[in-house]
């Protein structure tokens, strides 16, 4: 062990399904995280926010892309904190 080096955990590696989705180009998780994420918000304000269907269409689009772009930040913040 090198001096001033103090041993601590093994860091961990990510399942496999993580592993998969960080190794993608952002754009190709935009392509898959948009469209579910949307129509999950769409079903949200349609249901159980009582918004009319033309509105709940587009808080659906408009907060899915918001979502989205948070869920890519996250996995590159999550990305660049594993590779060393």
């Known amino acids: 062990m090198a ?3 103090v041993p601590g955990p093994q860091p961990r590696r ?3 399904a993580v592993a998969w989705w ?4 952002p754009w190709q998780q935009l392509l ?3 469209p579910p994420l949307s129509a999950f918000l769409l079903w949200l304000n349609l249901d159980l926010f ?3 269907l033309a509105r709940s269409v587009g808080y659906g689009i408009f ?3 918001l979502a ?3 869920l890519l ?3 590159a913040n999550e990305r660049s904190r594993r590779q060393p």
């Open 32 to 34: 898959i995280a948009l």
């Open 50 to 52: 009582n918004q009319p």
């Open 73 to 75: 930040v996250a996995t």
């Open 3 to 5: 001096a001033g080096k």
């Open 63 to 65: 907060e899915g892309g």
């Open 68 to 70: 989205t772009a948070l």
């Open 14 to 16: 990510p399942p496999r």
């Open 22 to 25: 960080e190794a993608l180009a």
